[in-house]
């Protein structure tokens, strides 16, 4: 292994197995492997680890759909003050949504990717794409592309700008401008919605998949769907000049406008720092989400098969539920991957919150395959011991 590649940062003493494990991944990607992993256990930081060239602990990136994170705790903690009811409609809050047949979805029915709303007819250009204000305006009056509760789909690069102009009607603020005073300040995280011009020194651009002869051979020819299909509206390949959605925080204006879909850039110091702060004591302050409203929105919700992903799924209210990929986590677990590979979640039952960036694309895209034996690794630690300070 380079000197690149060999893992830098710290880990609290019963963790060094973890340091082993993400030593072990960085030797098999090998090359330019650029990797960051984090996490806490009791609202205290036990692992923080990175490597590559290029990388350090604070070293950002875009995060992808990892950012639908902030947005549904955003969400999520109106819903706990009692701003939001989940259970009434959009339309209530925003009433030009009502159009085309969606007078009647709900909250909760958006929430749990039920809309049928993962597009619009014409696309968007990379400009409208950066802007949830935008996207939100021209779904007001798009119909929806199934019955609304009659199946469910993911809403990739929409369901941010959607349950944001909820959370604009409902409080005279942006989700960003919520999420930045409630959250992101607060607690001093690297998780932007909207990158400063100042910390632009700090990103660096997502690097394309490179997929070995062997997984290409595996890959199935035929999988692409249609531009126009409900698969490829939801992901914008239909507009004549579609950006590639990995390319996406590599543009400047979608770094920026941080469009909470897909926009958001952090590090895995923030990502994990964020779910911390949503179950457990942080310097002093009450976590987040109050244990009953995480198990309400950490509740399945959809499950079967996804329309736009043409395979079996599972939500809770926008959170993806990471027990279902992870075996080793506790009914409960909520958070949300991200294409280039990201991956972040809390975790209840053990108190972990669960932080990991990288700088490739992962191949086959989403949730990068390490981040497996990573969390059964983290996961192990964290159940053996308790948390000690790092060294």
Known sequence: MSTENTPRGTVAAGYESVREEFAAVAAAEGGDY??????????????????????????????????????????????????????????????????????????????????????????????????????????????????????????ALVIGALVGEVVRRATGQTLHEVFETRVRTPYDLDFYLGLPDEQEARFRTTLPMQPTSAQLAEAEPD?????????????????????????????????????????????????????????????GRAPLLKPDTAATFAQLHSVGYDVVYRAHKVYGLGFVLPDNIYPVLGQGAFGHGGAAGAQAFADPRSGLAYGYNRRRVAFPGGAAPENDRLVRAVHAAAVAQDSGALR
């Open 34 to 155: 650029a990797a960051q992993l984090v996490a806490h256990v009791g609202g205290q930081r036990v692992v923080d680890l990175w490597t590559g060239p290029e990388f350090t602990g604070s070293t950002l990136t875009g995060v992808f759909s990892a950012t639908k994170g902030a947005a549904y705790l955003v969400v999520a903690l109106l819903v706990q003050d009692g701003v939001l009811d989940l259970d009434q409609r959009v339309s209530h809050y925003w009433p030009e949504f009502g159009a085309e047949g969606k007078q009647d979805i709900t909250l909760r029915d958006l929430l749990a990717h039920r809309a049928g709303l993962v597009g619009a007819d014409e696309g968007f250009s990379l400009d409208e794409l950066a802007d949830d204000l935008v996207i939100a305006e021209r779904l007001a009056a798009q119909r929806p592309y199934w019955r609304p509760g009659t199946a469910f789909g993911y809403h």
């Open 223 to 283: 999988a692409a769907a249609a531009p126009d299909s409900v698969p490829g509206v939801a992901v914008n390949r239909h507009h004549p000049e579609a950006v590639a959605l990995t390319e996406l925080p590599n543009h400047r204006v979608v770094r920026a406008k941080g469009q909470a879909s897909a926009g958001g850039v952090a590090s895995a110091r923030g990502l994990a720092g964020m779910y911390a702060a949503v179950i457990s004591e942080v310097d």
